[in-house]
């Protein structure tokens, strides 16, 4: 239960003003580290809330799709540049990042990816290498500046982020597909 308490000081750090002010003074800072750090807190402080205070997901989550649903759902939501405006400009809606990133998608995430079978996850892959392609895309060749409080340069750094996820997303299926992953699991 370790990881819980590091996820709990990794929430309480990223909640302090200055670190905010620091991640969110730059695109990429916020949106391919602060928010993605949000969702990683949720997965080390999964435990905590599904097997120790005894919250079950089993009745609503039995198979994992609805979970995974919802996760893919808040995680699209934030990588558009109107949420990123809003949160930078909005105090609620910069506490519903915190709240909505690590309780919601993280944690789901946690719940859900053990349950699918190994089809549906390779479809979540290819979901976010198409969203992360299509978000690349649109960020570096948008002919006017996305976000407001930005500037077109952190715009293009975002939009080459995502091209490399979306790069390494596909790799990494690729690795999958054709090497024999039957060695790295008991049964």
């Not at 435990?47 to 997901?57: A, C, D, K, M, S």
């Not at 392609?133 to 952190?154: K, M, P, R």
């Not at 091209?163 to 390494?168: I, R």
Request: glycine share 6%.
């Amino acid at each position: 239960m370790r990881f819980v308490k590091y996820g709990f000081i990794l929430l309480f750090v990223l909640a302090t003003p200055p670190m905010r002010s620091l991640l969110e003074s730059i695109m990429v800072t916020h949106m391919h580290m602060q928010m993605m750090l949000l969702f990683g807190v949720g997965i080390l402080i999964a435990p905590l809330f599904q097997y120790r205070l005894n919250i079950g997901l089993d009745t609503w989550n039995a198979s994992g799709y609805p979970g995974m649903v919802l996760c893919l759902l808040i995680i699209s939501y934030w990588m558009l540049p109107r949420t990123m405006d809003e949160s930078l400009e909005l105090w609620w809606v910069e506490l519903f990042k915190f709240i909505s990133l690590p309780f919601l998608a993280g944690m789901m995430f946690r719940d859900s990816w053990p349950k699918l079978n190994m089809l549906s996850q390779m479809m979540v892959m290819i979901f976010c290498t198409i969203l992360f392609g299509i978000l690349g895309y649109l960020y570096i060749f948008a002919e006017t500046n996305l976000c407001n409080n930005y500037v077109t340069s952190d715009q293009l750094a975002v939009g080459w982020a995502f091209m490399f996820l979306t790069v390494t997303l596909i790799l990494y299926m690729l690795l999958v597909l054709f090497t024999d992953q039957s060695q790295y699991y008991e049964s």
